[in-house]
């Protein structure tokens, strides 16, 4: 009898672990970008045209059934500085063409021109904030920009894409993308308002005493980015999530390199890390990506590429890339439009951007499967122990500078193992003026939020 209460008991206790063991999850992460040109907002006091693009990221999680688990959605706006708006982003263009009319102090009367200098460039991109960043200082007509967000984001949890796709058509403006409203005066919206039943009328109602602002325009296409992060979604067996976090990072670059005219080429990368937490802030699961772009006279095929704004004469052009330039991009509002809707992600560019080592892409991989399963604290700690000082590599006995010859000798044989599991894929830096990976995914740690998943 002793034998069997003890085997009772041994099994009682499994059969409870097993049923505090939090099953598997099945869900689908998925992260889209859209790029938009925009002319304005405006022109400024001396009637020169003030310039702008919006990128949306959308980062959102969906089910087996496609429906909208969680949403995060988020969004830069950059514009030339003589846009009035005190916290709006700001880019003059590139070193070499000359700045641009500058309001200084934000009110409405140009003070001068940017300094044309790497300096100014430099500041301009590290100073770079997302509207979500921006918080109170971006106020709209009802709330914020992120209050007006995150009530989209309550409306379109637990849809699927195609009946997001569905609401928008039904109930926001086709001029406009702006939710319908019993005040517009457009004959088109007022008659697409008076189709709507009493009861469809009260659920919009419900939407547009916090949100008005639209969904796909030229401030940005966010039903468009909505619709890429579906497309772009990945499957995850996952277990013990509490929380979700979306980070960023822009960093200025002075190059790659020079063209054969001995022309500066300058581009700025932009990080996104999108990442899952356990309840003791582990990474349950992690996806980064970045968008680099470049003035046009880098000769890679598949580099984005922008060359300043209309009116700045345009850039150098390798347009074979051929590593000769074949003149000037066109520098008109037409070439501005294209280029900007013409970035693409590394991800997006694929087997387009080989390596030394496999892809971008196949690289990002692996240090993914490596911070799985760490904290943000303990991949600083990885990325300190086992990555260049000088530029963010990681380690390689082949490397020649003596402060890597010393670093890496300070490895035990097991460390020096590990990392070469590591090096045989991925020797790309996680933190140089090519993007700062790190920054982004603690970024993301510092903006996470509670999600439950079912």
Sequence with gaps: ???????????????????????????????GVTNTGRKGPGKDNTETQVWSFNQVFVNALFDEDGKVVDMHIDMLEV??????????????????????????????VVDGKTADTEENYMAEVNGWKTKRERGDEYKMTTGTWASQMDKFQEVFTGKTVAEIEAWFAKYTSDLNGRPLLATMEKPEDVAKYGKLTADEKAELADVTTAATMSLKDSHGDIIGAIKAAYENKRELEVKGVKSVGFGFTFTPRKGPGKDNTETQVWSFN????????????????????????????????????????PGQGGYNNDENHDEVI???TAGTEEAFFAEIAGWKSKRDRGSE??????????????????FTGKTIA?????????????????LLETMEKPEDVAKYGKLTDDEKAELADVTTAATMSLTDAHGDILGALENSFANKYEVTLK
């Design 378 to 394: 303990e991949v600083k700690e990885w990325a300190a122990k086992f990555t260049s000082d000088l530029n963010g590599r990681p």
């Design 353 to 370: 951007y080989v390596m030394t080592t496999g892809t971008w892409t196949s690289q990002m991989d692996k240090f993914q499967e490596v």
């Design 79 to 108: 514009a030339t500085p003589n846009y009035d708006g005190a916290s709006m982003p700001h880019l003059s263009g590139f070193p070499g063409q000359g700045g641009y009319n500058n309001d200084e102090n934000h009110d409405e």
């Design 1 to 31: 009898m002793k034998k069997l209460a003890v085997l009772f008991i041994a099994f009682a206790m499994i059969f409870s672990l097993s049923a505090c063991g939090e099953k598997a999850v099945k869900v689908y992460q998925g992260f």
């Design 270 to 309: 932009e990080t996104f890390a999108t990442t899952l937490y356990d309840k003791d802030g582990k990474i349950v699961a992690t996806f980064v990506d970045m968008i680099e772009i470049a003035t046009p006279n880098y000769d890679g095929a598949s580099m984005p590429h922008f060359s300043g704004f």
């Design 326 to 328: 074949d003149g000037k």
